[in-house]
């Protein structure tokens, strides 16, 4: 059976626009009203299933109305710029949508549908028209539901004649006459002054009509008679307004309106563009959910001879493997350590660019034979050449399989990470769609998601998988094009692809843990938790769950009539701030502190670790992740080593059971000091600060001493902690009330300080305003090695979205400058280790620590060379400092 759905266009956008919060892409543009938009067009495809569909738009501001009441929608204010710019953006997704769209000049969005309805009437069809705008309800009819939006655009409620009877007790063409008499203030029709919705209804229910309500003016009485008389010309026209005009010439025609569904890649690159994650991760692009009717496949149709190799047809692999210039690694799972390799891609192109280019697939087990030991030691060839995507999950991988990889030249991933940071894209179907290459399916799409994930049969596996292998081979030029045109080439080679070799290897040595330590450490918190728990219960004069929030809050505020500092939906919030603010009133809050911590390092650290340590190695293999942070930090999972406990005692005390592999040797770490101040200063130039730094200074006391203008022994405790939380909030981009929050002090004492810091630093002041100017005229901004951070929100008119780009404009060089310098450090630091014929390893990096294993008779060389290597690993106006020691742990290396 046809069935059409007609969408109000203009209507919809607006209302999801203020329905939703502000959302951008990276490229600066907002997105939230499209994304509404979007959501409810896949809700209205998914239940309406329509065999025609149409987009209707208003075509102008002038339509035939204005040519007998020029004030016709004179009250609206001007459409704001962060939706207008959206409008271009939602007519383009449509069309990826492949469904029709509409407007005419002179004409509203509501006459091309009034129009459509009475078409459809007359042939019976079924019509569905969505709008946020009541005046729609004059087309309900036997075959046209009107779908009103509610919540915004969450919901919609279905009218048709006998609901509207219902609900407002009207026939459908009623409604012009309940815009006559109470008018519409949004469209800036008069309606008659004083009549509202509650009054007009009664009035047509004794009535019936604008046209009869005025006939029988002179017998109502009192005031309301006085404006009905007075105003019945104003009554006329705002039902002459508010009526919908169906005669609209040269609309589409129903073949025109006909929907099949949408193309999946098309559809699925149309969102990657906008950067749609939830809908990316949620839809399935393999075909359309419209009429059941099938859509193009994700699969990449241009031709690729594929080839699986097995022993039998190695020959032929060994006879291209001279040209190959691309590979690709398949591995299921997130975490490396522990990845099912299936096996390896290799693409050949065609000669000069032309002929039929060629894919091979080895599965792992084909890899793993003897025949393919020329294939296993071309791969391990640092001088054979060869692109890839990710190479740093692949080398991990294949090394558990006693597989190295070297000579790779190109990572498609990592290149792709450093031309844009905070790009949501960085799967090879992504970069292939952003770059206009020809569709490459996904891997969800041939793989599946969640519990429908299986690896697929062979000649499929072995199709996509080449497929993406030509993929990398085609981006890899493109990408370092634009490398060199963004001035990051140096630090793609010189930096980035070095030290993804580096953190391989650091991965794979992996750090010892002694695990009966670690299980002694956790039964020692466990007695001190219960212990806690028992003191708790003593403050509290009962027992009750302590890890419940309601029954917390009841002890806390009810039982204890401590006073409530924050509300959420479901009662007073307990939440670490506020049990922070609530320390002094009552010891049992302490407890409760103290009782949270203790339990975090008993579930997250003992009981986490204890599951990470590999049966065979005994060590923690942590996976450093080079592609998610848009400072350029390095990110650790599998565990997380990064957020090893450092401020309480008892959770400093878990780094004793990080010990070294080998016996009698020593854990070594070297601590960059106030790295990032430091930083700040180079790039600054502020002379107070250089100062501080060249005369080797505490850079806190100093900057107390500067901003209160006391002498060095006039700094107190009080002062220098003040000191410190500027310090460091400048880095960061620190507001008044983030200070307030920091140093329990009021908002106006916070801007004071800041000000005053400012008045003194002001070197720091003119580059916190220059780097953001330099923001707004490039777009964004670099480290000291040039990466770069795109701030497409520095122009937005969005107060919130502008000054989070501001703070980031700030930050990002000093934040980013510092990761860079430690990365590099870590870079020349394995160059030295290896040219000195040193047996000591480098296990881990957390922030701006280095932790070294290091044996007797090499401890004062390292003691040596490695703050040596790290003070020295890029050249700054103030000195870089690193603080060396050593122990039998991790724990007494501090």
């Not at 203009?10 to 009203?33: E, K, M, W």
């Not at 029709?100 to 509501?110: L, T, V, W």
């Not at 073949?255 to 559809?267: A, I, N, V």
């Not at 419940?548 to 479901?570: A, D, I, M, N």
Request: with cysteine; glycine share 8%; net charge negative.
């Amino acid at each position: 059976m046809n069935k059409l759905v007609v969408i109000d266009g203009n209507s919809i956008i607006y209302r999801a626009f203020f329905a939703l919060p502000p959302l951008t892409n990276s490229a600066g543009l907002h997105t939230n009203a499209v994304y509404g938009f979007t959501t409810m067009l896949l809700r209205l495809i998914e239940e309406e299933k329509p065999t025609h569909m149409l987009v209707a738009f208003d075509a102008g501001k002038a339509t035939f109305r204005h040519e007998g009441y020029a004030e016709y929608k004179g009250g609206r204010e001007k459409t704001p710029s962060e939706l207008s710019e959206q409008f271009p953006l939602l007519k383009e997704l449509l069309k990826a949508f492949s469904i029709p769209q509409y407007e005419r000049e002179g004409y509203e969005a509501d006459d091309i549908i009034g129009t459509l309805t009475r078409m459809a009437d007359e042939k019976g069809m079924s019509v569905t028209v969505v709008s946020g705008d009541k005046d729609m309800l004059q087309l309900a009819s036997e075959h046209v539901t009107v779908a009103l939006t509610r919540k915004g655009i969450s919901e919609v409620e279905r009218f048709n004649p006998a609901h509207l009877q219902e609900v407002y007790g009207l026939k459908p063409m009623q409604i012009i006459d309940l815009k006559g008499l109470m008018g519409d203030a949004s469209d800036n029709i008069p309606g008659i002054p004083g009549v509202g919705e509650k009054t007009a209804l009664k009035l047509l229910q004794e009535y019936g009509s604008v046209e009869e309500v005025l006939a029988q003016a002179d017998g109502i009485k009192g005031k309301m008679g006085e404006k009905i008389r007075e105003h019945a010309e104003d009554a006329r026209l705002s039902k002459k307004l508010a009526t919908i005009f169906r005669d609209v010439p040269d609309v589409p025609a129903w073949d025109e309106l006909s929907y099949s569904g949408f193309k999946g890649p098309t559809l699925q690159a149309a969102f990657r563009k906008l950067e749609f994650k939830s809908l990316l991760e949620k839809m399935d692009f393999g075909s359309s959910d419209a009429g059941g009717a099938e859509a193009e496949g994700a699969a990449e149709t241009e031709a690729l001879h594929v080839v699986t190799v097995d022993v039998s047809s190695l020959g032929e692999l060994l006879e291209a493997l001279p040209d190959i210039e691309s590979i690709h690694i398949e591995s299921v799972g997130e975490n490396p350590h522990q990845a099912e390799v299936l096996g390896a891609a290799f693409y050949l192109t065609g000669e000069d660019g032309a002929g039929e280019s060629r894919g091979y697939y080895m599965p792992i087990g084909v890899l793993l034979s003897e025949a393919a030991a020329p294939v296993r030691d071309w791969l391990a060839d640092a001088d054979r050449p060869k692109a890839m995507f990710d190479m740093h999950k692949a080398e991990v991988s294949l090394a558990w399989l006693g597989l190295p990889l070297r000579g790779v030249s190109f990572d498609v991933h990592l290149a792709a990470y450093l031309l844009d940071p905070t790009e949501s894209a960085l799967a090879l179907d992504g970069l292939a769609a952003k770059y206009g290459l020809p569709a490459l399916a996904s891997d969800e799409s041939v793989f599946g998601k969640g519990a429908k994930f299986s690896v697929p049969e062979q000649a499929k596996l072995a199709e996509h998988l080449c497929r993406k292998a030509r993929v990398i081979h085609r981006l890899a030029s493109l990408m370092k094009r634009d490398l060199e045109q963004g001035d990051m080439h140096r630090l793609y080679y010189d930096l980035e692809q070095p030290l993804s070799v580096v953190l391989a290897g650091m991965e794979l040595t992996g750090i010892k843990v002694n695990g009966d330590g670690l299980r002694a450490y956790g039964q020692d918190l466990g007695s001190k938790l219960a212990g806690i728990m028992q003191s708790i219960y003593r403050h509290a004069g009962m027992e009750f769950n302590i890890n419940s929030p309601r029954q917390l809050g009841e002890v806390l505020f009810e039982k204890l009539g401590l006073p409530v500092w924050k509300k959420t939906k479901t009662g007073p919030s307990t939440d670490a701030e506020v049990l922070e603010k609530l320390a002094p009133y009552h010891e049992i809050v302490k407890d409760i502190l103290l009782y949270r911590s203790l339990a975090k390092l008993q579930s997250t650290y003992v009981e986490g670790l204890l599951k990470e340590i590999h049966p065979k190695t005994g060590k923690v293999h942590t996976y450093y992740r080079q592609t998610i942070a848009a400072t350029g930090r390095l990110s650790s999972q599998f565990p997380n080593l990064q957020n090893i406990p450092i401020r309480l005692e008892e959770g400093r005390k878990i780094r004793q059971v990080f010990v070294p592999s080998e016996p009698g040797w020593f854990i070594l770490t070297a601590d960059y000091s106030q790295i990032e101040l430091r930083v700040l200063a180079h790039i600054s130039g502020d002379e107070r600060l250089k100062e501080a730094f060249l005369n080797d200074m505490d850079i806190h006391t100093k900057t107390a001493m500067d901003v209160f203008g006391v002498t060095a022994d006039q700094v107190d405790a009080n002062m220098r902690r003040q000191a410190k939380a500027v310090n460091f909030g400048i880095v960061y981009g620190i507001s008044d009330y983030g200070l307030s929050q920091n140093l329990d002090i009021t908002r106006r004492e916070a801007a004071q300080f800041i000000e005053q810091y400012f008045a003194v630093f002001q070197g720091v002041r003119k580059y916190m305003d220059d780097i953001v100017q330099t923001a707004r005229n490039d777009g964004y901004v670099t480290t000291l090695l040039q990466r770069r951070r795109y701030l497409p929100e520095i122009t937005a008119s969005n107060f919130n979205l502008r000054s989070f780009a501001e703070r980031t404009a700030m930050n990002t060089p000093i934040q980013g400058t510092a990761a860079d310098i430690i990365k590099l450090a870590m870079v020349q630091m394995a160059q030295r280790l290896q040219a000195e014929g040193l047996k000591s390893r480098m296990l881990l990096q957390v922030h701006d620590e280095l932790v070294f294993e290091v044996p007797p008779d090499e401890l004062e060389i390292m003691k040596r060379i490695v703050p040596e290597v790290m003070e020295q690993a890029i050249e700054l106006d103030v000195p870089l400092k690193v603080e060396a020691d050593y122990g039998p742990t991790w724990y007494d290396a501090k």
